[in-house]
C-alpha cells in the first residue's frame, strides 16, 4: 500500500501525492480495493452492508478516478458508477443475465468472441483499473481471468486465420490497456500478422479513470499498429478533465483516430442536458461519440436500467439541438447473441398520395413530394 495519505482522509487532495499523482504506475498500485477503503465515500454501517455486494462484485478503482467524485453530491454521477450498491444483490426484476449477449456461446476458442459477420473480439485479460458497475461483463470479476497466454494467443490466431472474412479484430476484456507494454505489442503482432486482419480496434476506459496510462512510450506503440482505432468509454461531462483530453490528444497526435460508446445509465446521463453537454465535450476534444447503448440487461445492474423510450426521446432532443459529429447512434444490443439494433427517432411518419409527411425534430409537419416521386421514377 501506498505510504502517502489515502483518499479515506477528508484533508486528502491530489495534489497531496505530485509528482507521483502523474505517474500512472503510482495510481495503478494505489488502486482502492477493500471494504475498508471504502470509509471515504460511504457510511460505516453502508460499509457493513456492502461487504456482500464486494464479495460477489469486487470493487476498485484509481485515486485519480476517484478524485472526480463530489463527496457533498449524494447523487454524484461518478460515485454511481464506481462506489457498490447494494442495489447490485437486488435481483427480483426478471429478465437480466449473467451472460446478457450470450458471448461464452459464441466463443469458438477460449479468449475470443464471434458474434458479427467480419468482427471478432479478444478478451485479453479479465482486469480493469476501475470496475465499472454497469459492467455487462461483472461475471468476469471473481474468475481473476489473467492475460492472454502464449498458447491461448497462438489458438485465436488459428481461429483467426482459418476465417478469413474476418477484418477487424477488437481487443477487449477488461482492459487491454492493463497489460504490459511487451505483452500487447506481442499481441498487437501477432494480430496484424493475419493477412485478412485490416483493421484493429481497442476497447478501453484508460483515458477516463487512469489517463496517465496514455503515455507517450504507448501512443508510439500503438501508432507503429495502424490502422488501428480507439474505442473510449466516458459516461458524463464530469469524466472531460484536462487530463482526459489530453491522454486523447496525445493518441490524436500519434494518428489514432478515438470514438466513443456511452452506456445510458439511470440517474448517471438519462437527460437531455448531460448527454448534450458530454456529446459536445467529447466533440471538443475531437472523440467521435459512436455509440449510445441501451444499458445490457446484465445481472447486478438492474439499476441502471432506463427505458428505451426515454432514450429515443433524448436522441430526439439531441437531433434537434446539434451535428452529426455530436450524434451518436443509440443502439440495444438483443439478448441471445442477437446483435445491435439501432433505434431511432422516427421522421418520417408516412406517405399519402405520393407525398411522404415527416415531423421535424421540433415538431412541425412537413409533406416531401420528391422523395417518393423519385422512387416511383426508378421503378
Ligand atoms: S472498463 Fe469496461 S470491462 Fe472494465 S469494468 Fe468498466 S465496462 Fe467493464
Same mark, same amino acid.
Given at each position: 500500500m501506498s505510504s502517502f495519505p489515502s483518499p479515506l482522509s477528508p484533508a486528502w487532495q491530489p495534489d497531496d501525492h505530485k509528482p507521483e499523482w502523474n505517474n500512472w504506475r503510482w495510481q495503478a498500485a494505489n488502486r482502492l480495493t477493500t471494504p475498508e477503503e471504502l470509509a471515504g465515500f460511504v457510511s460505516q454501517s453502508g460499509i457493513k452492508q456492502l461487504k456482500k455486494v464486494i464479495e460477489r462484485y469486487p470493487w476498485g478503482s484509481t485515486p485519480y478516478f476517484l478524485s @472526480? $467524485? =463530489? *463527496?457533498? =453530491?449524494? *447523487?454524484d454521477p461518478v460515485a454511481a458508477q464506481v462506489i457498490p450498491s447494494k442495489? %447490485? @444483490? /437486488?435481483? +427480483? $426484476?426478471?429478465? +437480466? /443475465? %449473467?451472460d446478457p449477449l450470450a458471448e461464452t456461446r459464441h466463443m469458438p476458442v477460449p479468449g475470443l468472441i464471434h458474434r458479427y459477420h467480419d468482427r471478432a473480439l479478444v478478451i485479453t485479460t479479465g482486469a480493469c483499473f476501475s470496475y465499472c458497475r454497469h459492467c455487462n461483463r461483472k461475471r468476469n470479476w471473481k474468475r481473476g481471468i489473467g492475460p492472454l497466454g502464449k498458447s491461448a494467443i497462438s489458438k485465436i490466431c488459428q481461429y483467426l486465420k482459418a476465417t478469413p472474412r474476418i477484418r477487424e479484430v477488437i481487443l477487449s476484456g477488461g482492459d487491454p490497456l492493463t497489460l504490459p507494454l511487451e505483452k500487447l505489442d506481442r499481441l498487437l503482432y501477432a494480430l496484424s500478422s493475419i493477412s485478412h486482419v485490416q483493421v484493429l480496434r481497442i476497447g478501453t476506459r484508460a483515458p477516463v479513470v487512469l489517463p496517465m496510462r496514455i503515455t507517450a512510450e504507448l501512443a508510439s506503440l500503438l501508432k507503429s499498429y495502424r490502422p488501428l482505432w480507439v474505442n473510449t468509454h466516458f459516461n458524463h461531462p464530469a469524466e472531460i478533465t484536462d487530463e482526459s483530453a489530453a491522454a486523447c490528444d496525445r493518441l490524436l497526435l500519434a494518428g489514432i483516430p478515438l470514438s466513443n460508446h456511452t452506456v445510458l445509465l439511470k440517474g448517471v446521463n438519462d437527460d437531455f442536458s448531460t448527454l448534450h453537454r458530454l456529446f459536445t465535450g467529447l466533440n471538443r476534444i475531437m472523440v467521435r461519440p459512436y455509440y449510445l447503448f441501451h444499458c445490457d440487461a446484465a445481472k447486478g445492474t438492474d439499476h441502471f436500467r432506463t427505458s428505451v423510450f426515454k432514450g429515443i426521446e433524448i436522441m430526439s432532443r439531441l437531433y434537434g439541438r446539434t451535428g452529426g459529429l455530436c450524434l451518436p447512434q443509440y443502439v440495444v444490443d438483443l439478448p441471445s447473441g442477437g446483435g445491435k439494433a439501432p433505434v431511432m427517432p422516427s421522421y418520417l411518419l408516412g406517405v399519402e398520395n405520393g407525398v411522404a409527411i415527416f415531423r421535424t425534430s421540433e415538431g412541425r409537419i412537413i409533406k416531401y413530394q420528391g422523395v417518393h416521386g423519385a422512387t416511383e421514377e426508378e421503378e
Open positions: @472526480l $467524485i =463530489n *463527496r457533498q =453530491n449524494p *447523487r442495489k %447490485e @444483490l /437486488d435481483f +427480483s $426484476i426478471p429478465g +437480466s /443475465d %449473467e
